[in-house]
């Protein structure tokens, strides 16, 4: 039996393992001189806390220590549940069945190797770190007299802690990682030493996870490939015409206004879950912004510049290019807050070219943003802002980062043992190609959005915010409006995006997909998540009770929006081929400004 083992385990080659130790040595010297080389001419090292995450932490233990009989009683319980935990484990190691302490949560996958159940050493630490775990959230959380953004604070950055010191994130407390080192004689690590490297070089020093084969997908030949021409474009914006696949279209053609904050292929990843592609088969003339990666160039737009050489930019083009005045335009997440501004000012000035808005998991009351409000406080604003003006843009990968972290153990550690400790190369996903797509964003623009929508709220208010010189009043919105939420949403929480119902005066529809901001979204037909729908015409004020009283239906959202749409009006033209109007191509989708990357 012994003999087996040692015959199963492959030693490494000498002369490949001295290479390879070579390799290594040799770029992370130079990684090294490149980091110290940096900063010499740009300092960052130090003490600072621009998140202001140790204050946080102070003041809670303050308030901690103030009432130490809740302390005294989780330890004691956790002590309890511990003593519980070693005579189960001793039972099972006697050959007795017991059942768990603490079991993770059935969406959990880090504990999902048979390891983890089957042998009691593993199953031991797995219920020892949940345990644990448990004890310090609930500690945490149930902490009184904080303010409620540094509860928020505390409770976000004590989860990032915990996660990050799960058993499955080291060699030696994770069965699988343990298991591939015995049987490749350690090449797993190498091969994670390399990767890591190499994720550190693309980084230029900072760790850029690879979350997906880069190599995989090229934007315009295996994603983003509906066909279509740029027919128009500014500093801002490309402005994409997709070719139309009916022969006859919906006389009011749709725009599409993305987030500037990603990039618009989401819409367009492949054949078969692209929306673009969808709306063209429905017979619909599309239209979608593609937004420039901006640069130093661009660090002093605004967010009126952004309206003004986004949506209304794009309007006067699609009249040009159809001849149409009136066109469906929908907006996603902040796309949809642009949307939500550009209608407001469009009213005070009496311009009604938008026939009907639709909303794609978006805020426009930001009052409960999730967990995003972490991120924004005066000090973390000032920090930014000071970063912004330095290079005169946000950069991506920063705000790539933020987002990455409200799902730790989906976006960052299961990469670090996949890649690192297991040693393999990521799965081409194209999801995850375009998530790794990250923009930049001007300092201007940034700046006024996180102040003005997610530090002070202020675009609900009437007169709350102004844009190109008018007052935004919501509440002048008279147009018909269509809002999709989604149900797990972690950056547009559905509830607030419920929100916006009671801020409109024109008719509106809510609908609230099953899944997350994306995967909700883009739910092609059957659909694999369901969507459920209000029993009536009112809205009333609680979501809570519009969910109660709504029907849930199967399949995919996109049908009920294209019924909408048609009821409000379903005449039809000769198609429209892009170019062939007034509006001359000036390339083939996707066009050139969604091509820059900048990692």
Same mark, same amino acid.
């Given at each position: 039996?012994?003999?087996?083992?040692?015959?199963?385990?492959?030693?490494?080659?000498?002369?490949?393992?001295?290479?390879?130790?070579?390799?290594?040595?040799?770029?992370?010297?130079?990684?090294?001189?490149?980091?110290?080389?940096?900063?010499?001419?740009?300092?960052?090292?130090?003490?600072?806390?621009?998140?202001?995450?140790?204050?946080?932490?102070?003041? =809670?233990?303050?308030?901690?220590?103030?009432?130490?009989?809740?302390?005294?009683?989780?330890?004691?319980?956790?002590?309890?549940?511990?003593?519980?935990?070693?005579?189960?484990?001793?039972?099972?190691?006697?050959?007795?069945?017991?059942?768990?302490?603490?079991?993770?949560?059935?969406?959990?996958?880090?504990?999902?190797?048979?390891?983890?159940?089957?042998?009691?050493?593993?199953?031991?630490?797995?219920?020892?770190?949940?345990?644990?775990?448990?004890?310090?959230?609930?500690?945490?959380?149930?902490?009184?007299?904080?303010?409620?953004?540094?509860?928020?604070?505390?409770?976000?950055?004590?989860?990032?802690?915990?996660?990050?010191?799960?058993?499955?994130?080291?060699?030696?407390?994770?069965?699988?990682?343990?298991?591939?080192?015995?049987?490749?004689?350690?090449?797993?690590?190498?091969?994670?030493?390399?990767?890591?490297?190499?994720?550190?070089?693309?980084?230029?020093?900072?760790?850029?996870?690879? =979350?997906?084969?880069?190599?995989?997908?090229?934007?315009?030949?295996?994603?983003?490939?509906?066909?279509?021409?740029?027919?128009?474009?500014?500093?801002?914006?490309?402005?994409?015409?997709?070719?139309?696949?009916?022969?006859?279209?919906?006389?009011?053609?749709?725009?599409?206004?993305?987030?500037?904050?990603?990039?618009?292929?989401?819409?367009?990843?492949?054949?078969?879950?692209?929306?673009?592609?969808?709306?063209?088969?429905?017979?619909?003339?599309?239209?979608?912004?593609?937004?420039?990666?901006?640069?130093?160039?661009?660090?002093?737009?605004?967010?009126?510049?952004?309206?003004?050489?986004?949506?209304?930019?794009?309007?006067?083009?699609?009249?040009?290019?159809?001849?149409?005045?009136?066109?469906?335009?929908?907006?996603?997440?902040?796309?949809?807050?642009?949307?939500?501004?550009?209608?407001?000012?469009?009213?005070?000035?009496?311009?009604?070219?938008?026939?009907? +808005?639709?909303?794609? +998991?978006?805020?426009?009351?930001?009052?409960?943003?999730?967990?995003?409000?972490?991120?924004?406080?005066?000090?973390?604003?000032?920090?930014?802002?000071?970063?912004?003006?330095?290079?005169?843009?946000?950069?991506?990968?920063?705000?790539?980062?933020?987002?990455? =972290?409200?799902?730790?153990?989906?976006?960052?550690?299961?990469?670090?043992?996949?890649?690192?400790?297991?040693?393999?190369?990521?799965?081409?996903?194209?999801?995850?190609?375009?998530?790794?797509?990250?923009?930049?964003?001007?300092?201007?623009?940034?700046?006024?959005?996180?102040?003005?929508?997610?530090?002070?709220?202020?675009?609900?208010?009437?007169?709350?915010?102004?844009?190109?010189?008018?007052?935004?009043?919501?509440?002048?919105?008279?147009?018909?409006?269509?809002?999709?939420?989604?149900?797990?949403?972690?950056?547009?929480?559905?509830?607030?995006?419920?929100?916006?119902?009671?801020?409109?005066?024109?008719?509106?529809?809510?609908?609230?997909?099953?899944?997350?901001?994306?995967?909700?979204?883009?739910?092609?037909?059957?659909?694999?998540?369901?969507?459920?729908?209000?029993?009536?015409?009112?809205?009333?004020?609680?979501?809570?009770?519009?969910?109660?009283?709504?029907?849930?239906?199967?399949?995919?959202?996109?049908?009920?929006?294209?019924?909408?749409?048609?009821?409000?009006?379903?005449?039809?033209?000769?198609?429209?081929?892009?170019?062939?109007?007034?509006?001359?191509?000036?390339?083939?989708?996707?066009?050139?400004?969604?091509?820059?990357?900048?990692?």
């Amino acid at each position: 039996m012994s003999e087996q083992r040692e015959a199963d385990i492959k030693l490494p080659d000498p002369a490949e393992l001295t290479q390879a130790v070579a390799n290594i040595a040799e770029r992370s010297q130079r990684l090294m001189s490149d980091f110290l080389a940096r900063q010499t001419s740009q300092p960052q090292l130090g003490m600072a806390d621009p998140m202001n995450v140790g204050q946080a932490f102070v003041e =809670m233990m303050g308030r901690l220590m103030a009432d130490p009989s809740k302390l005294v009683e989780a330890q004691v319980s956790l002590w309890s549940d511990y003593m519980k935990l070693w005579q189960n484990t001793a039972r099972r190691m006697l050959g007795e069945q017991s059942e768990p302490v603490v079991s993770p949560e059935p969406s959990d996958n880090r504990f999902k190797d048979e390891a983890w159940q089957t042998n009691e050493v593993f199953d031991f630490v797995k219920q020892s770190y949940l345990l644990t775990a448990r004890t310090v959230q609930s500690v945490v959380g149930q902490v009184e007299g904080l303010d409620e953004k540094t509860a928020k604070k505390v409770d976000f950055y004590t989860r990032q802690f915990v996660d990050a010191m799960a058993p499955s994130n080291f060699v030696m407390t994770n069965p699988q990682v343990l298991r591939a080192t015995v049987e490749s004689g350690g090449e797993n690590l190498l091969k994670g030493l390399n990767n890591l490297l190499g994720d550190l070089e693309r980084g230029k020093g900072k760790l850029a996870i690879k =979350m997906t084969d880069l190599d995989a997908f090229k934007v315009g030949e295996n994603i983003a490939v509906t066909p279509g021409k740029v027919v128009y474009q500014n500093d801002l914006i490309q402005l994409l015409q997709y070719a139309p696949t009916t022969e006859t279209v919906l006389e009011r053609p749709v725009l599409i206004i993305p987030p500037w904050i990603n990039k618009y292929y989401i819409l367009d990843l492949r054949p078969k879950n692209s929306l673009i592609k969808w709306l063209t088969e429905q017979g619909h003339t599309v239209f979608v912004i593609s937004w420039v990666n901006p640069d130093e160039k661009l660090a002093g737009k605004t967010f009126s510049d952004y309206m003004f050489e986004g949506p209304l930019a794009a309007l006067n083009a699609i009249k040009i290019a159809t001849g149409q005045d009136k066109v469906n335009v929908a907006g996603y997440c902040l796309g949809g807050t642009l949307l939500a501004t550009t209608l407001a000012y469009m009213a005070a000035k009496k311009d009604d070219r938008i026939a009907s +808005a639709t909303f794609f +998991a978006t805020m426009v009351d930001f009052a409960e943003a999730g967990e995003l409000e972490v991120f924004i406080d005066e000090e973390q604003l000032l920090s930014l802002e000071e970063k912004m003006n330095k290079r005169g843009y946000l950069e991506g990968s920063e705000m790539a980062t933020t987002f990455n =972290m409200l799902r730790a153990n989906d976006l960052i550690w299961s990469f670090v043992i996949n890649n690192y400790l297991l040693g393999k190369e990521p799965f081409p996903f194209d999801l995850l190609y375009w998530n790794s797509d990250s923009t930049r964003m001007p300092a201007a623009m940034h700046s006024f959005y996180l102040r003005n929508m997610y530090q002070l709220n202020n675009l609900k208010d009437p007169g709350g915010i102004e844009v190109g010189g008018v007052p935004i009043d919501l509440g002048t919105i008279k147009t018909p409006i269509y809002i999709l939420a989604t149900r797990e949403d972690h950056i547009a929480p559905w509830k607030s995006a419920y929100a916006a119902t009671q801020l409109y005066a024109g008719p509106v529809r809510f609908v609230l997909s099953g899944s997350g901001h994306i995967a909700g979204v883009v739910n092609p037909p059957p659909g694999k998540y369901p969507h459920w729908v209000g029993s009536g015409k009112s809205l009333p004020e609680s979501a809570d009770a519009w969910l109660a009283s709504a029907t849930q239906k199967e399949g995919s959202w996109w049908p009920d929006w294209q019924a909408w749409i048609e009821k409000i009006d379903n005449k039809r033209v000769k198609a429209r081929q892009p170019g062939a109007g007034k509006l001359k191509a000036i390339e083939d989708t996707p066009g050139s400004y969604v091509k820059v990357r900048i990692v």
